[in-house]
């Protein structure tokens, strides 16, 4: 493994799984820069819906349009953009617009990067290859208390939850190109009864196991 300036860790797995909390929180242990890449296929999505564009079709115009403004919109973690980004990332010239974007961000100063196909696709060469998961449930359980609260209890709603994540993993899995899946050589962390503390210690704990 080399030094941590240039260290790439990929941090992959389905949706809500604990990914962005776990490489926020990696990036600022190892003062790495953190990449979140799913906000750039949101981007692309929530133009696409703007445009009132079919985000089954439509998206690589946006995709090589893509300003730093459009990553910062506060309407990008809604039910309408988790479903058109997974519909605009199944479209290969979408993925190709915005490879190069990924990669210019690590290639430098190097970066914990979170998504779908960083370990397999993005950087298949990163130093530490993470695939984070947990049941349906736990995950559409976690969204539903990030988007409705702590004391809400409305189990249509969690239901529906539930279905979207289930949609969603079923669309990023079956894709042609770069489909959600663990790299061959991926650590893969079950977090359905760890919270965010513990899998950032785990992971810790492995870098200290490999750097020694
Ligand atoms: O990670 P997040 O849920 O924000 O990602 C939104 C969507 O973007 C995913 O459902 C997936 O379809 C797509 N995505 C992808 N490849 C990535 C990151 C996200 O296909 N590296």
Redesign the pocket.
């Known amino acids: 493994m080399t030094g941590s300036r240039r260290l790439i860790i990929a941090v992959?797995g389905p949706?809500?799984a604990g990914?962005?909390t776990l490489a926020k929180a990696l990036a600022e242990r190892l003062a790495l820069p953190y990449l979140?890449?799913?906000?750039?296929?949101?981007a692309v999505a929530r133009r696409v819906l703007d445009h009132g564009e079919d985000p089954v079709l439509q998206g690589e115009q946006h995709a090589k349009a893509i300003e730093p403004a459009d990553l910062e919109r506060d309407d990008l973690?809604v039910p309408e953009v988790?479903r058109a980004?997974?519909l605009v990332?199944?479209q290969p010239a979408v993925?190709e617009a915005l490879l190069e974007r990924?990669r210019s961000v690590g290639r430098v100063h190097g970066a914990v990067v979170?998504?779908?196909?960083?370990g397999t696709v993005?950087f298949p060469d990163a130093d530490l290859k993470l695939f984070i998961t947990a049941s349906p449930e736990v995950r559409a359980q976690r969204r539903y208390r990030q988007r409705h609260g702590e004391d809400c209890q409305d189990a249509e709603l969690l239901a529906q939850e539930v279905a979207a994540i289930v949609a969603?993993d079923e669309?990023?899995a079956s894709r042609e190109v770069?489909p959600?899946k663990p790299a061959d050589n991926a650590v893969q962390i079950l977090t359905d009864h760890m919270d965010a503390e513990s899998v950032l210690d785990r992971v810790l704990t492995l870098l200290q196991e490999r750097r020694a």
């Open positions: 992959d949706a809500a990914k962005g979140d890449t799913g906000l750039l296929y949101r973690r988790d980004a997974s990332a199944r993925r990924q979170d998504g779908r196909d960083i993005v969603r669309q990023d770069s959600l």
